[in-house]
């Protein structure tokens, strides 16, 4: 039902918004949004650090994953094709004597990171400790 003001003769509408009650509701969450906002606590996310190793490996293994998902295992400047079921034998015969050794899986830019990790989980699942991505930096 709209206003009506009864200033003159007859009764006529008032065609303008009353901002009083807009004004209080502002306000009053305002007020609950500034004592809220000091107890919200900072979600803290735990990212990883990346640290010098206190002992270097003896022997590096690398896995080179190609472009057509094919593997090479390089061992002391050796390179053999090897391929995915063999993998962890390869690599673990390669580590007898020295469990030290690290392995590092190096892949090209246009495989799958699918394959990547497939590689890594078969190494791992094979009790290898140390493994490792390759990287390249930037120029």
């Known amino acids: 039902m709209p206003a009506v003001s009864s200033r003159g003769r007859g009764r006529r509408t008032i065609n303008e918004i009353n901002m009083v009650p807009f004004i209080d509701v502002m306000l009053v969450l305002l007020i609950i949004f500034m004592v809220t906002a000091p107890m919200i ?37 050796k390179t ?33 990171y699918e394959m990547v990790v497939k590689v890594m989980d078969t190494l791992q699942r094979a009790g290898i400790q140390r493994v490792g991505l390759l990287v390249q930096l930037a120029p």
Request: charged share 20%; net charge negative.
């Open 41 to 77: 606590t900072p979600s803290v996310i735990d990212l990883p650090s990346v640290g010098k190793a206190a002992k270097q490996p003896d022997q590096v293994i690398q896995i080179v994953v190609q472009k057509d998902g094919s593997l090479e295992m390089v061992n002391d400047a």
């Open 80 to 112: 053999s094709k090897i391929n995915f079921d063999s993998l962890a034998n390869s690599v673990q015969l390669a580590q007898t004597g020295q469990t030290s050794s690290a392995v590092v899986i190096s892949a090209d830019r246009n495989v799958k």
